[in-house]
Nanobody, 117 residues
Framework: QVQLVESGGGLVQTGDSLRLSCKAS????????MGWFRQAPGKEREFVAAISWSGDFRSYANFVKGRFTISGDNAENTVYLQMNSLKPEDTAVYYC??????????WGQGTQVTVSS
């Protein structure tokens, strides 16, 4: 059974940084693509960033390019999202997800990020 557990969220001020972690367990993830998504109150969930475990693929939403960095630690089965220069509009619940093929089939419970102005 795949389990994804996010951590690292919190309340910060504009311009601050946070690093989110997603610990994966339950199977071998070497062929998976890992993604971060977020959902703000009253809005639909949106894509933030994705990475392959090999590290040769990374993708970012336009609104985070240059501020957020996704990375992975294969030995720890953990994916990170380093978020710098945070803005109030980054406030959302951030979710980790895993995709073996085209769709993200497994999701974590989410971690709240709140950026105050």
């Amino acid at each position: 059974q795949v389990q994804l557990v996010e951590s690292g969220g919190g309340l910060v001020q504009t311009g601050d940084s946070l690093r989110l972690s997603c610990k994966a367990s339950g199977r071998t993830f070497s062929n998976y693509r890992m993604g971060w998504f977020r959902q703000a109150p009253g809005k639909e969930r949106e894509f933030v960033a994705a990475i392959s475990w090999s590290g040769d693929f990374r993708s970012y939403a336009n609104f985070v390019k240059g501020r957020f960095t996704i990375s992975g630690d294969n030995a720890e089965n953990t994916v990170y999202l380093q978020m710098n220069s945070l803005k109030p509009e980054d406030t959302a619940v951030y979710y980790c997800a895993a995709a073996e093929r085209s769709n993200y089939d497994h999701w974590g419970q989410g971690t709240q990020v709140t950026v105050s102005s």
